[in-house]
């Protein structure tokens, strides 16, 4: 199956999980949305954390587009700073490892194509003292 998230341009609609260090769960619902210029793709990512006081993560990606099957990638997160981080396509899954500039903070995620309008996601951020977030998302391509 070819791989449509990231590969094609549209809207992504995330809904799920989001754990905080201490495991406790909050539900997430957003948003990601592709865009392919010339030499460069666009991924605007907007997730909410529900609760009492929603919190909104935000990722804007800058991918330099896919040669063979592994990329770079850039991201601003107005919480964390510059995101560095590659992307990996092995059969079914699209993995992505990062840090942040400093390389204080580290992470992962695995995105698994379900078909070709849906995704499952699990990701994890760390520091050098352990985990700090962890995520279980389901991506669906918005229909147009």
């Known amino acids: 199956m070819k791989h449509t998230y990231l590969f094609s341009e549209g809207i992504w609609i995330a809904k799920g999980i989001y754990y905080d260090?201490?495991?406790?769960?909050?539900?997430?619902?957003?948003?990601?949305?592709?865009?392919?210029?010339?030499?460069?793709w666009l991924n605007i990512s907007c997730?909410?954390?529900?609760?009492?006081?929603?919190?909104?993560?935000?990722?804007?990606?800058?991918?330099v587009p896919?040669?063979?099957?592994?990329?770079?990638?850039?991201?601003?997160n107005p919480e964390l700073g510059t995101l560095l981080g590659r992307f990996v396509v092995?059969?079914?899954?699209?993995?992505?490892?990062?840090?942040?500039?400093?390389?204080?903070?580290f992470g992962s995620e695995f995105l698994?194509?379900?078909?070709a309008s849906e995704y499952?996601?699990?990701?994890?951020?760390?520091?050098?003292?352990?985990?700090?977030?962890?995520w279980s998302i389901h991506l669906a391509r918005e229909e147009e």
Not at 21 to 40: A, C, F, M, R, Y
Not at 52 to 63: G, Q, S
Not at 112 to 115: G, S
Not at 120 to 134: H, M
């Open 120 to 134: 499952i996601g699990k990701g994890v951020l760390y520091n050098a003292a352990g985990k700090i977030s962890s």
């Open 21 to 40: 260090e201490n495991g406790n769960p909050l539900n997430v619902e957003g948003q990601s949305q592709i865009t392919h210029l010339k030499d460069l």
């Open 112 to 115: 698994t194509q379900i078909c």
């Open 66 to 76: 896919f040669v063979k099957d592994f990329t770079a990638w850039k991201a601003l």
């Open 90 to 105: 092995i059969d079914d899954s699209i993995i992505s490892l990062f840090s942040t500039e400093k390389g204080d903070l």
């Open 47 to 63: 997730l909410t954390l529900s609760g009492e006081n929603p919190v909104e993560l935000r990722n804007d990606y800058e991918i």
